[in-house]
C-alpha cells in the first residue's frame, strides 16, 4: 500500500514538473523568436488559409506571407480578400490566389480542390469560424443557425483536412493549424453550441495527429481565447483580449510545442486558472448568472464601435 501511495505522489510530482516545464517553454517562447522562417517554409510552397478576410485569418495570412510563403485566401467576401492579396502583394514578395466560397454550404470542396490542383500546400490553416452569439445566451435564444454553424465550424476542418493531408502525407512534409478556442477546454454553458463545435475541433486535432506524427506531419489544434476581431465585435484590447496580429505572431512561435496550444502566454495562463474551478462551481448557477450580468456588463462595455 505504501508504495502505491509513494508511486502515486510521485506521479503527480511529475505531473506538475511537466506543467512547470510547459509554462517555463511558454514564457521563454513569447519573448523570443525561436521558429526560424525557414522552418514555416520548409513545409512547402503554399499556405492556405480559410476565413481568410479578416480578422485572425487575416492576420495569418498576411504573417505566413511575411515568412516567404505563396498563400492561397479562401474567405466569403471577394472583396476583402482581393483588397488582402493586394496588400500581400505590394508588401511581400508571396504570390496570392483568392478563392470566394462559403463555407455554411457543403457543395464548395470540389471546386476548392480544382482550384488548388498543382500547387504544393505545406501549411493549411483551418480558421473559418462563426459565434452565433458574442454575448453569453441559453441554447434556445441563440439564433437558429445550428446547420450552417456544424458546416462552418465542423465540417470545414474535416473536408478541408481530408483535401489536403493527403499530398501532405506522400510528401512526408506538412503543418495543418486548426483553430479552436479555449471555451472548447470543457464544456461552456451558454455558449454551448459554439462551445461543442470547438471540442470537435480539439479532438478531431488530436486524434489526426496521433495518426499522423510518423509521417512528418505537424497537426496542432489552438484554443485561444479572447482576439480584438469582427467575431468579438472589435472587443478592447488588453492584457487577455488580444489583437489578431500580435497573437498570430505568438502563436506561430509555438508550432512545434505540442498537440494544443491556447496559442499566447497570456491565455496559457488564463487557461490554467480556470482549469483550477472546480466543476461543481463552473456549472452552478450563481456562475452563470455571472456570466449573464457581470460578464455581459464587461463585453456591452468593451466592445468597439468600429465596423
Ligand atoms: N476572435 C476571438 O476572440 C476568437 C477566440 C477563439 C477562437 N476564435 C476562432 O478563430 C477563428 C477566427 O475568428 P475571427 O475572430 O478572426 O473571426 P471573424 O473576425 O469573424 O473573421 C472570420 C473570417 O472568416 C470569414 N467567414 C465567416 N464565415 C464564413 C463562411 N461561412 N464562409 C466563408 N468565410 C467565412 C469571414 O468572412 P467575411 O470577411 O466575409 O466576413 C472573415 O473573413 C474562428 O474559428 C473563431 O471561432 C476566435
Known amino acids: 500500500m505504501d508504495q502505491f501511495f509513494i508511486l502515486l505522489g510521485l506521479l503527480v510530482c511529475?505531473?506538475?514538473?511537466?506543467?512547470?516545464v510547459r509554462f517555463c517553454k511558454c514564457v521563454l517562447l513569447s519573448f523570443r523568436k525561436v521558429l526560424p522562417r525557414s522552418f514555416l517554409q520548409s513545409m512547402g510552397q503554399w499556405a492556405v488559409v480559410t476565413g481568410a478576410g479578416d480578422g485572425i485569418g487575416k492576420a495569418y495570412s498576411l504573417e505566413l506571407a511575411k515568412?516567404?510563403?505563396?498563400?492561397v485566401l479562401i474567405s466569403r467576401t471577394l472583396e476583402k480578400l482581393q483588397v488582402l492579396a493586394r496588400e500581400i502583394e505590394r508588401s511581400t514578395r508571396s504570390r496570392v490566389r483568392v478563392i470566394q466560397a462559403d463555407f455554411t454550404k457543403d457543395d464548395i470542396y470540389e471546386s476548392i480542390q480544382e482550384e488548388l490542383k498543382g500547387l504544393e500546400v505545406g501549411i493549411l490553416v483551418n480558421n473559418v469560424g462563426m459565434l452565433p452569439n458574442l454575448l453569453p445566451s441559453r441554447f434556445l435564444s441563440v439564433p437558429d443557425e445550428i446547420q450552417s454553424l456544424i458546416q462552418c465550424n465542423v465540417t470545414s476542418v474535416v473536408k478541408m483536412t481530408q483535401l489536403i493531408l493527403k499530398p501532405m502525407e506522400s510528401r512526408r512534409r506538412g503543418l495543418i493549424l486548426n483553430i479552436s478556442s479555449g471555451v472548447a477546454l470543457c464544456p461552456w454553458p451558454l455558449y454551448t453550441l459554439y462551445s461543442a463545435s470547438k471540442a470537435?475541433?480539439?479532438?478531431?486535432?488530436?486524434?489526426?495527429?496521433?495518426?499522423?506524427?510518423?509521417?512528418?506531419?505537424?497537426i496542432q489544434?489552438?484554443?485561444p481565447y479572447a482576439v480584438s476581431t469582427p467575431m468579438t465585435k472589435y472587443l478592447n484590447t488588453n492584457m487577455v483580449t488580444k489583437r489578431a496580429d500580435e497573437f498570430v505572431r505568438e502563436s506561430l512561435n509555438y508550432v512545434t510545442m505540442g498537440d494544443e496550444t491556447c496559442g499566447c502566454l497570456a491565455h496559457e495562463v488564463l487557461a490554467s486558472f480556470l482549469s483550477l474551478i472546480p466543476?461543481?462551481?463552473?456549472?452552478?448557477?450563481?456562475?452563470?448568472?455571472?456570466?449573464?450580468?457581470?460578464?455581459?456588463?464587461y463585453l456591452r462595455q468593451n466592445v468597439s464601435t468600429r465596423e
Do not use: H, M, P
Open 279 to 297: 466543476a461543481w462551481a463552473f456549472y452552478s448557477r450563481a456562475f452563470q448568472r455571472f456570466l449573464l450580468t457581470c460578464y455581459t456588463d
Open 200 to 218: 470537435f475541433v480539439c479532438t478531431f486535432s488530436k486524434a489526426l495527429q496521433a495518426e499522423y506524427r510518423a509521417k512528418g506531419i505537424i
Open 14 to 20: 511529475l505531473a506538475g514538473l511537466a506543467k512547470c
Open 67 to 71: 515568412c516567404g510563403l505563396n498563400v
Open 221 to 223: 489544434v489552438l484554443t
